[in-house]
């Protein structure tokens, strides 16, 4: 059983245009994780929400976690190019207790 | 966010012999790493939570005789890969927790097993 369900699993766009990528659970997480990775690399921190309804922005993403925690989203406006990576979310399902279930993943594909 | 560098980057090795990684936390003592597997295009998964001073706890599925791991000090964690087959090539990384649930990643080891 996938506890994080990722979508979509990939997105090809072109370079200006707007995305949005989904983490959706059944379950309820203390708090949950978006990271970037590209090839051949480790994945890269780029926020962490803790609190129901959260939204927290990083110049053109936007972040906002599940009034109920159970989900999340990242919207990406204006993509470029450099946006391009596999993006994951991982969820901690109690607070304090760092073992993290990460979804699917969304490989993204911007063109310029 | 903690800096954590693995070494090697990347191995070769042939089919049955043995493979270590090492993964340092270069400005946090970490009482707490993790270990994950990633094959292409698929996410992480985790292997193991290495536990300094004690025996790491292994995911359900994960051999612990085969993927020994040893936490021998605060910014040291060693994955070593015995007997490797050519299945056992993948992506491994390694990461640490720096307060609350958020995790570092490291760069990452590619091992290919011929």
């Known amino acids: ?112 | 966010g903690a800096v954590v560098s693995q070494h090697p980057s990347w191995v070769i090795c042939k089919s049955g012999t043995s493979v270590k990684i090492e993964c340092r936390s270069l400005d946090f003592q970490a009482t707490t790493m993790f270990w994950y597997r990633q094959f292409p295009k698929q996410s992480l998964m985790l292997m193991a939570t290495s536990n300094e001073g004690s025996k790491a706890t292994y995911e359900q599925g994960v051999e612990k005789d085969k993927f020994l791991i040893n936490h021998a000090s605060l910014t040291l964690s060693t994955l070593t890969v015995t007997s490797a087959h050519p299945e056992d090539s993948s992506f491994y990384i390694c990461s640490l927790e720096r307060g609350g649930d958020t995790q570092y990643f490291g760069p990452g080891t590619r091992l290919t097993v011929l």
């Open chain 1, 1 to 112: 059983t996938q506890l994080l369900e990722q979508s979509p699993q990939f997105l090809s766009i072109q370079e200006g245009e707007n995305l949005t990528v989904y983490c959706n659970s059944s379950s309820v997480f203390s708090s949950l994780q978006w990271y970037r990775q590209e090839p051949g690399e480790g994945p890269v921190l780029l926020v962490t929400v803790v609190t129901g309804g959260e939204v927290k922005k990083l110049k053109r993403l936007t972040f906002q976690f599940g009034d109920a925690r159970k989900d999340s989203s990242l919207h990406i406006t204006a993509a470029q190019p450099g946006d391009t990576g596999l993006y994951l979310c991982a969820g901690a399902k109690v607070r304090g207790y760092s073992t993290l279930t990460f979804g699917k993943g969304t490989m993204l594909l911007v063109s310029p």
